[in-house]
């Protein structure tokens, strides 16, 4: 990943890694032992006890013929959920090529005079999934067994999830702009923004911060009926969360959900937590999903241009930045 902040004359980039991993077996060794006992391989693995109530569609293809040189329930439907990933990450690696790397870049639509940019800062989303903490200090990734998207008393945060945000409003103020006369816009118009995720219920965007998610962090009261406390990454005023959930008796089930969310007149969002959990329970996350992406970003990074000392009087917002402008302005 290549972030990039663009400006007249020239730009600059602060280079970080991004992996697309992909588990391949290559016929090549399947013919190094006879079909039989290929199979019967096979069978013994797919008749454990642990997998009793387990179905199998199995098919091996030779990269040579392109024919299939084993299959077990080949014409079986079955749903094919993480694994389809496999399906996408082999795609790109053959479109796209491992060294790929995504750009990020901030554009202005006007002039900067003694620090004031007169127009708009606009950040193009370039589709990259990792404008988070998951990048870790030696340019790897960062996974947890169970991802902080899904929520949970096993899910975990990965560092600052605001990092690669903070970095792009370093560079804007590195760029010498100490205040901006028009608007933070986010330029998403790479594809439509709106379809949520079925597994975490996140909204799919070109722009992904954070995973498009707010970490909240609840543990129970010090009491029975007592509030639960939460903490909340990363902390903005995109969203409030009004605290309804209370503390419930040791050995009642945990029970935490929103049930209600409202739009404030300003555009900020209020999403109500309620449900219980557990007295002496520990901590678990229960994200929510931000419903605009654009929204969401727009608010985070005007607050990081913020807190580098960048001035920005007008509210955020999102649509689509004036092209013509940024033309203008920007010289390769």
């Known amino acids: 990943m290549k972030l990039e902040v663009m400006g007249m004359g020239k730009h600059f980039r602060a280079v970080t890694a991004q992996s697309l991993f992909m588990v391949c077996l290559a016929a090549s060794s399947l013919f190094s032992q006879t079909a039989t006992n290929f199979e019967q391989r096979i069978q013994t693995i797919v008749s454990?006890?642990?997998?009793?109530?387990?179905?199998?569609?199995?098919?091996?293809?030779?990269?040579?013929?392109?024919?299939?040189?084993?299959?077990?329930?080949p014409d079986k439907l079955l749903v094919p959920g993480s694994t389809t990933k496999l399906?996408?990450?082999?795609?790109?690696?053959?479109?796209?090529?491992?060294?790929?790397?995504?750009?990020?870049?901030?554009?202005?639509?006007?002039?900067?005079?003694?620090?004031?940019?007169?127009?708009?800062?606009v950040l193009v989303?370039?589709?990259?999934?990792?404008?988070?903490?998951?990048?870790?200090?030696?340019?790897?990734?960062?996974?947890?067994?169970?991802?902080?998207?899904?929520?949970?008393?096993?899910?975990r945060g990965l560092g600052d999830p605001l990092l690669v945000i903070k970095q792009l409003a370093q560079q804007v103020a590195d760029k010498g702009i100490k205040r901006v006369k028009g608007r933070v816009i986010i330029d998403a118009r790479l594809f439509p923004e709106g379809e949520r995720e079925l597994g975490t219920n996140v909204v799919l965007s070109p722009i992904v911060v954070n995973d498009n998610v707010v970490d909240v962090i609840v543990g129970p009261g010090a009491t029975e009926g007592a509030p639960v406390q939460l903490q909340i990454s990363p902390k903005t005023s995109y969203v409030q969360v009004a605290n309804e959930a209370k503390t419930g008796k040791a050995d009642s089930k945990r029970d935490l959900n929103y049930t209600g969310e409202k739009v404030n007149p300003d555009g900020t969002r209020t999403a109500t937590l309620g449900g219980t959990l557990p007295l002496g329970k520990g901590s678990e996350m229960v994200s929510y999903p931000v419903p605009e992406p654009t929204q969401f970003a727009a608010t985070v990074f005007t607050e990081a241009l913020r807190e580098k000392g960048v001035d920005i009087k007008l509210r955020v917002v999102g649509g689509a930045p004036d092209s013509k402008a940024i033309a203008a302005s920007y010289k390769p």
């Open 87 to 121: 399906l996408t990450e082999g795609i790109l690696l053959e479109l796209l090529g491992a060294d790929y790397r995504f750009h990020t870049r901030v554009y202005r639509t006007g002039s900067v005079k003694k620090g004031t940019l007169d127009g708009d800062l």
């Open 125 to 155: 989303a370039s589709g990259d999934p990792n404008l988070s903490g998951r990048i870790q200090p030696d340019g790897s990734l960062g996974y947890e067994n169970m991802d902080h998207s899904y929520g949970g008393p096993d899910s």
């Open 48 to 73: 454990r006890p642990e997998f009793a109530h387990s179905t199998f569609g199995i098919e091996f293809y030779s990269l040579d013929t392109g024919k299939p040189i084993y299959q077990l329930n």
